[in-house]
């Protein structure tokens, strides 16, 4: 009985994963929908939420079940995002709207102070470049 009951919890822990994980995906969603990236910093984003997931989904794996990864595991976790985009994607949408776009005015705001600074810097480098400063005399 003691292995079923392992097994049962690890479905039941995995599912959630799953569920946590469709979360995830959605949050991202709209906060590249708000943002209105360009293309190419669109492709670093999908990269690091792809390197955030897989650390996220194999860590939690390994206290689970020690990182046992079997193919019911899998389909689990893809049910899990699936029960989340179907049933609860619809109730959390206004939530997770909101959270998107508190991130996005975050960031633009964060942009938006650094900016002056690093054109200052630039501008700073450049004149520097054009000018170096005369050899020391022997």
């Known amino acids: 009985m003691n292995g079923l009951f392992s ?12 569920i946590i994980a469709g979360l995830i995906f959605h949050y991202y969603q709209l906060t590249v929908r708000k943002a209105r990236l ?3 910093f ?23 079940n020690q990182g046992e990864i079997r193919f019911f595991i899998l ?4 049910a899990g995002i699936i029960v989340y985009f179907r049933f609860f994607s619809s109730r959390f949408a206004n939530l997770v709207s909101k959270g998107a ?3 996005v005015l975050i960031v633009a ?9 690093l054109v200052w810097l630039k501008k700073l480098l450049k004149k520097i470049k054009k000018n ?7």
Request: charged share 10%; net charge negative; no cysteine.
């Open 7 to 18: 097994q049962l919890q690890t479905f039941i822990l995995t599912g959630l994963l799953g």
């Open 38 to 40: 360009s293309r190419y």
């Open 42 to 64: 669109l492709y670093i984003l999908d990269i690091i939420l792809w390197i955030f997931m897989l650390t996220l989904v194999f860590s939690v794996m390994l206290l689970i």
């Open 75 to 78: 389909l689990t976790l893809l």
């Open 101 to 103: 776009s508190g991130t």
């Open 109 to 117: 705001s964060l942009s938006r102070l650094l900016s002056p600074p």
């Open 132 to 138: 170096p400063p005369p050899p020391p005399e022997e």
